[in-house]
């Protein structure tokens, strides 16, 4: 299995509703990432965890709480959002020990969140 | 950290050769050089890495001066399918800051 699956594809939340984006991948990876990608932009870092541990925090707001319950999951959880918060989220997995940059990231499809 | 610089779109024709180019004036001495393809709503796919000099895999060429200051992608006889974003990036190995460049838009023609 060489794939990181994201779930659900699409998104609409109201500003006060509780929602949480999840990300699943089998191929051993011990590195996972959440990405912030925003309309004909390159992706933005928000998260890495590292053996299930958050080893970067990119200043994201504490509206965005990521969670990485073993290590083949990671989730993350959304509340109070902005309609500025509306953007593609893609979750990535690599190699731990050779850094992203060795085999590069594999990412998921991504969930496209609209916040109304 | 380096900064990368590439075309933000490009078009050519189906059966031609692409090349890409990408600056990076300031890449360390531990950075690596690596590009992606991404579609429209889908997440980046990883096409190819290198350090120096070429690296060739089955979907492209990967051509880098000795000064490594800049670096160009090569897709030999492309296809409408090679119509996408392609991102340059470069980073350090030993962590996770990776440096995604603006994108370079490729339309492919009939």
């Known amino acids: 299995d060489t794939e990181v699956t994201q779930t659900p594809k699409h998104l609409v939340m109201g500003m006060t509703n509780k929602k949480s984006l999840k990300c699943e991948q089998h191929?051993?990876?011990?590195?996972m990432y959440w990405y912030k990608q925003k309309a004909k932009k390159p992706p933005e870092l928000m998260f890495v965890?590292?053996?299930?541990?958050?080893?970067i925090n990119e200043s994201v707001p504490s509206r965005f709480s990521p969670e990485c319950p073993n290590s083949s999951l990671l989730n993350l959880h959304l509340h109070a959002l902005q309609p500025e918060d509306s953007a593609l989220y893609l979750c990535?997995?690599?190699?731990?020990?050779?850094?992203?940059?060795?085999?590069?990231?594999?990412f998921g499809s991504g969930t496209r969140l609209t916040v109304v | 950290l380096a900064k990368t610089t590439q075309p933000i779109s490009m078009d050519s024709y189906e059966g031609q050769e692409v090349n890409i180019t990408c600056s990076h004036n300031?890449?360390?001495?531990?950075?690596?050089i690596t590009w992606y393809q991404q579609f429209p709503s889908q997440g980046p796919r990883f096409i190819i890495q290198?350090?120096?000099?070429?690296v060739t895999n089955e979907v492209a060429s990967l051509f880098i001066p000795a000064d490594r200051k800049s670096s160009t992608l090569s897709l030999p006889r492309v296809s409408l399918s090679d119509t996408a974003v392609y991102y340059c990036?470069?980073?350090?190995?030993?962590?996770?800051?990776?440096?995604w460049g603006a994108g370079t838009k490729l339309i492919i023609k009939p």
């Open positions: 990036l470069v980073g350090d190995r030993s962590n996770y800051q990776l440096i």
């Open positions: 191929m051993g990876h011990r590195a």
């Open positions: 965890y590292s053996y299930e541990k958050l080893s």
């Open positions: 300031n890449i360390a001495t531990n950075d690596y």
């Open positions: 290198g350090y120096k000099t070429k």
């Open positions: 990535a997995s690599s190699q731990v020990s050779q850094g992203p940059t060795n085999y590069g990231y594999t």
